[in-house]
């Protein structure tokens, strides 16, 4: 069985705030808090899927900063890449999710993350803070 990519953005707003995004879907996962992102599609690169994924459950622009640690897996045989990113134009919107939520720092961790997206806010928060 092959490894499916899956990107995560990390948008990152001024005051050091980031973008969670409350899943509707599937079930298991419902009401858990993520990355916005999905499936990088055959022939596409992790960062033109990245942008594809914004601009479709988000309706938003991005632009990709640096990469956030290595490859997290999660369950399914998936892997999740993670990127840095700001908001080059449009304002999110919730098409494809319950919510969504604009967390500062000591809000971070105000949602119910699901597991990656909990690893992965710890390590981005070391990324913010460190600056």
């Excluded at 990152?12 to 990355?35: I, K, N, T, Y």
């Excluded at 892997?79 to 098409?95: D, F, N």
Aim: a negative charge.
């Amino acid at each position: 069985m092959s490894t499916v990519v899956v990107v995560a953005a990390v948008i990152v707003a001024p005051g050091r705030r980031v973008l969670a995004a409350q899943r509707a879907e599937p079930a298991a996962l419902a009401g858990g808090w993520e990355f916005p992102g999905g499936k990088v599609e055959p022939g596409e690169s992790e960062v033109a899927a990245l942008v594809r994924e914004c601009r479709e459950e988000l309706g938003v622009e991005v632009s990709v900063g640096e990469r956030v640690g290595e490859d997290w897996p999660i369950d399914g045989g998936y892997v999740v890449r993670v990127w840095l990113c700001s908001l080059a134009s449009g304002t999110p919107q919730a098409k494809e999710h319950l919510a969504l939520r604009w967390l500062g720092p000591g809000e971070y961790y105000d949602v119910e993350w699901l597991g990656a997206d909990l690893a992965i806010m710890k390590t981005v928060e070391n990324l913010l803070l460190r600056d």
